[in-house]
């Protein structure tokens, strides 16, 4: 293994977060968000500024929670069913919207790894499956052009890492950690119907 990564240097993995009996823990949740938003530094353009600060947002809106109420905090789905009985939504929109971002991340990077398309091709393709319908027709543009700004493939793997193999050998495990944590906190919003009207 040659040198480090930019998996083993962030501060925590969506791989080492515990998820017991279906619930995600919110400390290790929001560390491991932070350092995905870390990611989009690598991405090089000051395009994604847009998005690292709406997720930075949201993730704050959970702290937040988490400070004020700890006892009801101690996984996503306990805020999300505490805040519901309190009828004060903020720290479940900010985990909603937090969410799309996350998937639009995982389906983006799991397109390219999957392939050999550039980033702007594959980044371009999630945003149009999952966060464009979302957006207003002022918002669309500002996300579309950080999709044209990404770096080339072959610079932005670098990035992560000098030793492609064991970069994408990490990847694969922190993408799967990925989808498989947003895939449960989807399936919990729509169990319930906690993102109606957020």
Known sequence: ?????F???MKRSFADVPVADGKVSTTEFLEAAES???LFDLLGSAAFSVVQKDMTGNIKKIRDRQTAQPAVSVSL???VLSEKVEKNKTATQGLLWLTRGLQFTAVALRKNIDSDEELTESFTSAYNE???KFHSIVVRPIFK???KATPYRKDF???LGSDFAVVKEQLLIWLAALENIVKIIQDFYASGNYGKGL
């Open 36 to 38: 995905l938003v870390s």
């Open 145 to 147: 052009l950080a999709m």
């Open 157 to 159: 793997y670098a990035k």
């Open 77 to 79: 789905q306990d805020i």
């Open 7 to 9: 998996f083993t240097t």
């Open 130 to 132: 999952t966060l464009i």
């Open 1 to 5: 293994m040659s040198g480090s990564t």
